[in-house]
């Protein structure tokens, strides 16, 4: 099934939800994708929403992440009456980063691997649960009871979302919400895949006021089209968004032990031990 977007098509796969394609060759240093402002779902989204009035009114202000991930929640729950139901309906409905590992996963990775993906399911444990209250304010704008709706689960999924498929892009400061505002969702140019030695250069344009990625490797006819999310070990790639890439130039071994050669082999030992 082919969906034809200019110079980009999107197929579907059996491996990966959608992957797009080239349609021409694309040179070193052409324009890959260019995507409106408006396209792309931020914090401004949100705020100018339904969500907005409960969002601004809110003591202590919320931070960037926490009122993106409660828009989709909320934007999954309306369904089809939602205009980012397009969007959403083709997100994946679970994901393979940290925050999904059972315990039987956990429990065959590396101590130190271990210990940073009990931290990301903890992450979202406490962002569930110390905002029980802002989400209870919610009610008036939901048909079925908040505690149904914004469950653990499905901020789970949203914070994956957010995390695993942002872009960078940076917003001014304002008085209603806390933290450093930089993630922006991008339908469409979230469908392109990471390739370790691949080089484009991405950002958001503020002449044309469109989010664009450049090939700078350029790209072969009707083969896929990849991006690179940065130079990233497979730790990272692991712990960040769910998957290794093969052949990854960037890869590193993480030595527990390095840091106390110079403390006396009994802190090797003892290290070794965790």
Same mark, same amino acid.
């Given at each position: ?103 039987? !996963?956990?429990? *065959? %990775?590396?101590?130190?691997?271990? /210990?940073? $993906?009990?931290?990301?399911?903890? +992450? ?21 009871? !908040?505690?149904? *709706? %914004?469950?653990?689960?499905?901020? /789970?999924? $949203?914070?994956?979302?957010?995390? +695993? ?25 979230? %469908? ?83």
């Amino acid at each position: 099934q082919k969906d034809t977007l200019g110079k980009i098509f999107i197929e579907k796969s059996q491996c990966v939800t959608r992957v797009c394609f080239c349609s021409p060759v694309h040179q070193p240093g052409q324009l890959l994708i260019s995507l409106p402002e408006s396209c792309l779902l931020t914090t401004s989204t949100v705020l100018n929403s339904y969500l907005g009035h409960y969002i601004k009114s809110w003591k202590p202000c919320l931070s960037p992440l926490l009122v993106l991930c409660v828009f989709l929640v909320c934007e999954r729950h309306r369904g089809e009456a939602s205009d980012w139901f397009p969007y959403i309906d083709v997100l994946p409905t679970t994901y393979t980063c940290p925050a999904y590992f059972t315990d039987d !996963v956990l429990a *065959v %990775l590396p101590a130190s691997v271990r /210990r940073q $993906a009990l931290e990301q399911q903890e +992450t979202i444990r406490e962002i569930h649960s110390l905002n029980q209250d802002f989400f209870r304010s919610l009610q008036p704008i939901l048909s079925e009871p !908040v505690e149904e *709706v %914004l469950t653990y689960a499905a901020l /789970r999924w $949203a914070w994956c979302s957010v995390n +695993t498929r942002s872009v960078f892009k940076s917003h001014p400061p304002n008085n209603f919400l806390s933290g450093e505002d930089v993630y922006a969702l991008a339908p469409f140019l979230d %469908l392109l895949n990471h390739q370790p030695d691949v080089k484009v250069k991405a950002s958001f344009n503020d002449m044309t006021r469109c989010y664009e990625i450049r090939s700078v490797s350029g790209a072969q006819r009707y083969q896929q089209a990849f991006i690179n999310y940065g130079s990233h070990d497979n730790q990272r790639l692991l712990l960040e968004y769910g998957f290794v890439a093969l052949c990854n130039p960037h890869s590193v071994v993480y030595n527990q032990f390095c840091v106390f050669v110079l403390k006396g082999y009994c802190e090797i030992f003892c290290c070794s031990l965790l």
